[in-house]
């Protein structure tokens, strides 16, 4: 059974930093493209950033140049580095694995960030 289970998330100040985990078991994450989403109160879920298969990255442009994502295929997980946090990064974060007609999501970690 596949599974994605993020984790990380938490209350943080404006500025501070997160590092979200994407860990996934019962298939290997570097066959998957990982997208990380991410859904404020009220609103639809939005693409944040993702990573491809072959490494290749793309980022909200309100979130370029403060988060990275990267993987680990030793530890079959992919992390969401958040740094320079503001309010409106306050969310849902899900992580979604997608192969072909194949998609699997995580249970959502919750980030909000104020002062």
């Known amino acids: 059974q596949v599974q994605l289970e993020e984790s990380g998330g938490g209350d943080v100040q404006p500025g501070g930093s997160l590092r979200l985990s994407c860990a996934a078991s019962?298939?290997?994450?570097?066959?998957?493209?990982i997208t990380w989403y991410r859904q404020a109160p009220g609103k639809q879920r939005d693409l944040v950033a993702l990573?491809?298969?072959?490494?290749?990255?793309n980022y909200k442009d309100s979130v370029k140049g403060r988060f990275t994502i990267s993987r680990d295929n030793a530890n079959n997980t992919v992390y969401l580095q958040m740094n320079s946090l503001k309010t409106e990064d306050t969310g849902v974060y899900y992580c979604?694995?997608?192969?072909?007609?194949?998609?699997?999501w995580g249970q959502g970690t919750q980030v909000t960030v104020s002062s």
């Open positions: 979604n694995g997608n192969r072909g007609l194949k998609d699997y």
């Open positions: 019962g298939i290997s994450a570097s066959i998957l493209h």
């Open positions: 990573i491809t298969s072959a490494g290749g990255t």
